[in-house]
């Protein structure tokens, strides 16, 4: 009876009604979309590298470290010397290690120079080892196994010709010796989907004919040369360790972070992550508290539009409580009415929420890397769209006592 | 020595006698570092503290007086699991456990206060000499370091076996109660899930350990 009446109620003022609805729903929409982007991007990060016990460069910051030579983001580490990185190998406590090389580009894309070891050993997603869709791996010095997006991009397929850029801004490219296109990657969701990978030595070989970061002028080593050369690394970016056991773990770390010819960092990727999301903690709870006050503002929002409706509604009430309405009948009726509002407002935003994640999940993906997952509203959700609820109903108390008050007042006195 | 805690980073450790390069490590007062792994039976924890934290001074021991605390502190240290309490349905027993001082007053204090494997005195197992290989290692590497006040820092090395790593869901930091200068741990976990960090308190002194399993 009472919710039919509130029902009707409601939609006698559609339009007030459907304004305050809307408004708390973009803000449950915002504050689940800040939720589930923070969530996507954590869980994103942390798929990328998995099953990698150590990452050891250049003593840097443990972040700076991992950013750079997973995720390709931010200021580059300098390079560690081939001779400690073949000390490192050496040592017993080393399962596998896999060499990194990073600096070159090809369009906006990274160069990664590596081993095969790399897609042996390179993990993601709880130990997923990287798959190739099309083509072969690196066999000849010129073989480039090149990224899911890469592909797709750049419309490549298996043969084509690629010339690779010296450094990341394309000024100079290492137009005399292209590389071949020998194999595509499956789709990952990590950086690998954006990263050209080469191997070590045709790093150092498209570098032969260079001094000083520019081509020497005329001086063209012709491939077949190149490949009868010693193309022996002198440095490397980074490397990804495995250790032989858990139990090695620290005491290999220690062992490289006082290693003393060079100065080299060991990190652990899942801490340094751990370390990145304690900095970004405070952004995050930022964005949680302002999305918070949005839902807070359309509460106060929809209490101004039942405040007003009161007025409009006095002779209403007063019908009520002439046909037998106690005042605690009349408070029950507005708080059921926000109550609804609340709900249906909520109910929306999360409605709002999948929709605008079915739309931009390709965007995000190809923008930033960043994979949104669609799953199933979480417990946590549900708890949002109750505690919306609830703190609608809170809220209407204060316009709903004051018609109490006054139900009781215009119920006596008849005015015109 | 001043008692400043949280004071900035200064000197530490790594003095080097090959090269003419200089490295210093971390060093915070009030901080230690208790690094753990765990691969199926085996729990090898490793605490590193400033001296100031264990003793309260970090100057070489100078009287009796500093020398009994010194070796008192190493005594306690020598003894994990009262340090870091475990629950009895793991069934942690210490297989190895060693503590000493490592300090960069070259080798002063060295033979004074390095109380290699504690824990034979015990009667507990002792099969493995690499740890004493190792740390004699890091003690070559202080000697050469010629003595300017610097820093100490205790380390201790546990190795424990523990009948059920799964029953392992919680430690109580007793060590809090024996170092009352001591305020926090930064602790490393690795484990077949992956590593994970967390920091104890004095204030919280209980690790829970369920989010590794």
């Given at each position: 009876m009472m919710l039919r009446l509130a029902v009707a109620s409601l939609m006698a003022r559609a339009l007030t009604v459907g304004m305050a609805v809307l408004a708390i729903a973009?803000?449950?929409?915002?504050?689940?979309?800040?939720?589930?982007?923070?969530?996507?991007?954590?869980?994103?990060?942390?798929?990328?590298?998995?099953?990698?016990?150590?990452?050891?460069?250049?003593?840097?910051?443990?972040?700076?470290?991992?950013?750079?030579?997973?995720?390709?983001?931010?200021?580059?580490?300098?390079?560690?010397?081939?001779?400690?990185?073949?000390?490192?190998?050496?040592?017993?406590?080393?399962?596998?290690?896999?060499?990194?090389?990073?600096?070159?580009?090809?369009?906006?894309?990274?160069?990664?120079?590596t081993n095969s070891a790399f897609f042996e050993h390179y993990k993601y997603r709880q130990g997923r080892s990287l798959e190739l869709a099309q083509g072969a791996q690196l066999g000849d010095l010129f073989d480039a196994v090149i990224g899911a997006d890469v592909a797709a991009t750049l419309n490549y397929g298996i043969g084509d010709p690629i010339i690779v850029s010296h450094g990341i801004a394309s000024f100079v490219e290492h137009e005399d010796q292209p590389f071949r296109v020998s194999g595509?990657?499956?789709?990952?969701?990590?950086?690998?989907?954006?990263?050209?990978?080469?191997?070590?030595?045709?790093?150092e070989a498209i570098h032969v004919d260079w001094q000083g970061g520019a081509q020497v002028p005329g001086q063209t080593t012709p491939a077949e040369t190149l490949r009868q050369?010693?193309?022996?690394?002198?440095?490397?970016?980074?490397?990804?360790?495995?250790?032989?056991?858990?139990?090695?773990?620290?005491?290999?770390q220690r062992a490289i972070n006082s290693y003393p010819k060079e100065p080299l960092l060991a990190i652990l990727p899942g801490l340094a992550l751990q370390e990145l999301w304690g900095i970004v903690g405070i952004a995050e709870t930022a964005l949680l508290a302002v999305s918070c006050m949005v839902v807070v503002t359309a509460l106060i929002g929809m209490m101004a539009i039942i405040f007003s409706s009161l007025n409009e509604r006095r002779r209403e009430m007063a019908i009520f409580r002439a046909m037998g309405a106690r005042p605690r009948t009349i408070v029950g009726m507005l708080v059921l009415e926000a109550?609804?509002?609340?709900?249906?407002?909520?109910?929306?935003?999360?409605?709002?929420?999948?929709?605008?994640?079915?739309?931009?999940?390709?965007v995000v993906d190809s923008a930033f890397g960043l994979w949104l997952p669609i799953e199933a509203p979480t417990l946590r959700?549900?708890?949002?769209?109750?505690?919306?609820?609830?703190?609608?109903?809170i809220v209407s108390l204060v316009p709903a006592t004051r018609a109490y008050r006054m139900s009781l007042a215009d119920g006596m006195m008849v005015r015109t | 020595m001043k008692k400043m805690f949280f004071c900035a980073a200064v000197v530490a450790a790594t003095p080097l006698a090959s090269e003419t390069e200089r490295q210093l490590g971390a060093h915070q007062h009030g901080i230690g570092a208790l690094n753990i792994a765990i691969e199926e039976t085996a729990v090898l924890m490793e605490l590193r503290a400033p001296g100031a934290d264990i003793v309260g001074f970090e100057h070489p021991a100078k009287s009796e007086e500093h020398r009994a605390a010194i070796d008192a502190a190493v005594a306690t240290l020598a003894q994990p699991l009262s340090l870091f309490v475990v629950p009895?349905?793991?069934?942690?027993?210490?297989?190895?456990?060693?503590?000493?001082?490592?300090?960069?007053?070259?080798?002063?204090?060295?033979?004074?206060?390095?109380?290699?494997?504690?824990?034979?005195?015990?009667?507990?197992?002792?099969?493995?000499?690499a740890h004493e290989d190792?740390?004699?290692?890091?003690?070559?590497?202080?000697?050469?370091?010629?003595?300017?006040?610097?820093?100490?820092?205790?380390?201790?090395?546990?190795?424990?076996?523990?009948?059920?790593?799964?029953?392992?869901?919680?430690v109580a930091f007793a060590y809090f109660d024996s170092f009352a200068n001591a305020r926090m741990l930064e602790v490393q976990i690795v484990s077949a899930s992956g590593a994970q960090a967390f920091e104890v308190s004095k204030e919280a002194p209980l690790l829970d350990l369920r989010s590794l399993y």
């Amino acid at each position: 009876m009472m919710l039919r009446l509130a029902v009707a109620s409601l939609m006698a003022r559609a339009l007030t009604v459907g304004m305050a609805v809307l408004a708390i729903a973009l803000s449950v929409a915002l504050f689940l979309g800040v939720e589930k982007v923070r969530t996507g991007a954590k869980a994103s990060f942390a798929d990328t590298i998995s099953g990698t016990d150590l990452i050891v460069g250049a003593r840097s910051g443990s972040v700076q470290l991992l950013l750079y030579s997973v995720f390709r983001i931010g200021n580059a580490t300098n390079n560690v010397t081939w001779e400690s990185y073949l000390d490192i190998a050496a040592r017993p406590e080393v399962e596998w290690i896999v060499p990194v090389s990073l600096g070159d580009s090809h369009r906006q894309f990274r160069v990664m120079g590596t081993n095969s070891a790399f897609f042996e050993h390179y993990k993601y997603r709880q130990g997923r080892s990287l798959e190739l869709a099309q083509g072969a791996q690196l066999g000849d010095l010129f073989d480039a196994v090149i990224g899911a997006d890469v592909a797709a991009t750049l419309n490549y397929g298996i043969g084509d010709p690629i010339i690779v850029s010296h450094g990341i801004a394309s000024f100079v490219e290492h137009e005399d010796q292209p590389f071949r296109v020998s194999g595509i990657l499956a789709k990952t969701g990590t950086p690998v989907d954006r990263t050209v990978i080469v191997s070590l030595e045709a790093i150092e070989a498209i570098h032969v004919d260079w001094q000083g970061g520019a081509q020497v002028p005329g001086q063209t080593t012709p491939a077949e040369t190149l490949r009868q050369m010693d193309l022996t690394p002198t440095a490397v970016t980074a490397a990804l360790v495995g250790v032989q056991s858990p139990l090695q773990t620290f005491a290999l770390q220690r062992a490289i972070n006082s290693y003393p010819k060079e100065p080299l960092l060991a990190i652990l990727p899942g801490l340094a992550l751990q370390e990145l999301w304690g900095i970004v903690g405070i952004a995050e709870t930022a964005l949680l508290a302002v999305s918070c006050m949005v839902v807070v503002t359309a509460l106060i929002g929809m209490m101004a539009i039942i405040f007003s409706s009161l007025n409009e509604r006095r002779r209403e009430m007063a019908i009520f409580r002439a046909m037998g309405a106690r005042p605690r009948t009349i408070v029950g009726m507005l708080v059921l009415e926000a109550m609804l509002m609340a709900a249906v407002g909520a109910l929306l935003g999360l409605a709002l929420l999948y929709a605008a994640l079915f739309v931009a999940q390709p965007v995000v993906d190809s923008a930033f890397g960043l994979w949104l997952p669609i799953e199933a509203p979480t417990l946590r959700d549900v708890y949002v769209v109750l505690a919306v609820v609830g703190a609608g109903a809170i809220v209407s108390l204060v316009p709903a006592t004051r018609a109490y008050r006054m139900s009781l007042a215009d119920g006596m006195m008849v005015r015109t | 020595m001043k008692k400043m805690f949280f004071c900035a980073a200064v000197v530490a450790a790594t003095p080097l006698a090959s090269e003419t390069e200089r490295q210093l490590g971390a060093h915070q007062h009030g901080i230690g570092a208790l690094n753990i792994a765990i691969e199926e039976t085996a729990v090898l924890m490793e605490l590193r503290a400033p001296g100031a934290d264990i003793v309260g001074f970090e100057h070489p021991a100078k009287s009796e007086e500093h020398r009994a605390a010194i070796d008192a502190a190493v005594a306690t240290l020598a003894q994990p699991l009262s340090l870091f309490v475990v629950p009895d349905a793991a069934g942690c027993s210490v297989t190895r456990a060693s503590a000493m001082l490592e300090t960069e007053e070259g080798d002063l204090d060295h033979d004074g206060h390095d109380h290699e494997d504690h824990a034979d005195h015990d009667g507990h197992a002792h099969d493995d000499h690499a740890h004493e290989d190792h740390a004699h290692e890091d003690h070559a590497g202080h000697e050469a370091h010629d003595g300017k006040q610097g820093h100490t820092e205790f380390h201790a090395e546990y190795m424990l076996s523990c009948a059920d790593p799964q029953a392992l869901t919680e430690v109580a930091f007793a060590y809090f109660d024996s170092f009352a200068n001591a305020r926090m741990l930064e602790v490393q976990i690795v484990s077949a899930s992956g590593a994970q960090a967390f920091e104890v308190s004095k204030e919280a002194p209980l690790l829970d350990l369920r989010s590794l399993y």
